[in-house]
């Protein structure tokens, strides 16, 4: 499946900090998540659906203590002011056409983020998907493009890379044959690819993902799956620091998917399923084990709600020297509103990559990842298209590389003008 609506950590459309958070914890998922079955924006096109053309106009200003992502010596080596200011216009569209039973549609931000100091990290950063959905008989299918590009966060960069724009671009395409209770099948597929401006240090990929399965649904249980899906990642670099590029990696996985809803306040879905990792070539890091991601929204009442989100996968790694990662993560938020005016919003992050299938010993590599965060915003309405908000966020990191642990402080004022 793809991703929608990703954006930068320090820019974008934020109504709060709390959906930015969720966009990178997924955001790093998306060449795992075209192994699972469901999702895009089929189920909200299934049907006729309804117009819609929002646009959106996002300003905001933002300070980062520590954008060179590790101590005074890494900032130093990339030659950055450790600490700096953001500033980031945004454009938001959410477009919606409706063609009878079928529908395109095109959603997604398009951004620039200017920094105070560090002029060498300024760039562009936009998250487009488009496609579209419609419905024969009892099948339905959705065809998506995504297409992103951003300056890479210094955290996955090698000490040597500091300026890397990188570009993604996927197209998937996935159709279901169901009926609203009984049995049902379905089969998607992906292509996607990652580009990287630097020479050294990174490698392009690309990953070719297919899934497919059958499917039950009932009032009682709602919307259970079992699926089988298989991806290869590709390594399009042939030599990288003068070692050999990473070798392919191929993964297969069986697993089921559940989801519906627990009464009237609680809904959820999640899928579980065993992989085999295979690298072909040398690699001595093959992996099997466990994966999967879920959701769970609870409305404890009209003014509270809780997030809480799951996800365990294998992905590409940008990173030189090494075959593939395992991401994992965790994020719970709440959102309350104070008045019909003013809403506030909280939560916690916490998010663990590994990196694998390392033949060669390179030093200032980071082979193990671990970062937590806590955020908060409160959001203020100003009539009925318009808003500003507030947020801080700290994220605290630890690796196998002590000069790249970090504690960063991060704060933000964002205005929202819609039309």
């Not at 709060?16 to 089929?42: D, E, I, K, M, N």
């Not at 049907?47 to 101590?71: C, I, K, P, Q």
């Not at 040398?282 to 466990?290: A, I, K, L, V, Y």
Request: aromatic fraction near 8%; charged fraction near 15%; hydrophobic fraction near 35%.
């Amino acid at each position: 499946m793809t991703v929608r609506r990703q954006t930068s950590k320090l820019g974008g459309a934020l109504a709060s900090v709390a959906v930015c958070a969720v966009a990178a914890l997924w955001g790093t998922q998306a060449a795992a998540q075209s192994q699972q079955p469901g999702g895009g924006r089929l189920g909200a096109l299934s049907g006729t659906g309804s117009r819609l053309f929002d646009l959106e106009l996002s300003g905001r200003a933002a300070y980062d203590s520590n954008v060179a992502r590790g101590e005074d010596i890494v900032a130093d080596i990339r030659h950055l002011h450790k600490d700096d200011y953001i500033y980031t216009p945004s454009v938001i569209l959410d477009i919606n056409l409706p063609v009878g039973r079928q529908a395109v549609f095109l959603v997604g931000t398009v951004g620039y983020d200017f920094y105070q100091y560090n002029k060498t990290l300024e760039s562009s950063h936009v998250n487009l998907e488009a496609g579209a959905a419609g419905r024969v008989g009892p099948c339905s299918g959705t065809l998506t493009g995504d297409y992103s590009v951003r300056q890479s966060d210094l955290a996955v960069l090698p000490l040597v890379v500091t300026k890397n724009l990188e570009t993604q671009d996927a197209i998937g395409a996935q159709v279901t044959c169901a009926t609203r209770s009984g049995l049902g099948v379905f089969v998607s597929g992906q292509h996607s690819q990652i580009h990287n401006s630097a020479n050294t240090g990174v490698v392009d990929s690309h990953t070719d993902s297919v899934s497919g399965g059958l499917s039950y649904s009932t009032r009682l249980l709602g919307t259970a799956q079992l699926f089988v899906a298989h991806s290869r990642i590709g390594y399009d670099s042939s030599a990288v620091l003068g070692i050999l590029a990473p070798n392919s990696t191929d993964t297969s996985s069986v697993g089921v998917r559940l989801s519906r809803p627990i009464g009237k306040r609680l809904d959820g879905s999640a899928d579980i399923s065993y992989l085999n990792t295979h690298i072909d070539g040398p690699g001595t890091s093959n992996f099997s084990g466990f994966a999967g991601r879920g959701s769970l929204n609870y409305r404890v009442n009209p003014r509270l709600g809780l997030t809480l989100i799951y996800v365990r996968s294998v992905s590409p790694t940008i990173q030189s020297g090494f075959d593939y990662s395992i991401v994992s993560g965790f994020e719970l938020d709440g959102r309350y509103r104070l008045s019909p005016r003013l809403s506030a919003s909280a939560g916690a992050t916490w998010n663990q990559t590994s990196y694998r299938g390392q033949r060669l010993f390179l030093p200032n590599l980071v082979t193990h990842d671990e970062d937590r965060g806590i955020f908060g915003a409160l959001t203020l309405s100003v009539g009925k298209k318009a808003s500003l908000s507030i947020d801080a966020r700290q994220d605290v990191r630890n690796t196998n590389r002590p000069e790249f642990n970090y504690t960063a402080y991060r704060a933000g004022i964002t205005a929202i003008k819609k039309f």
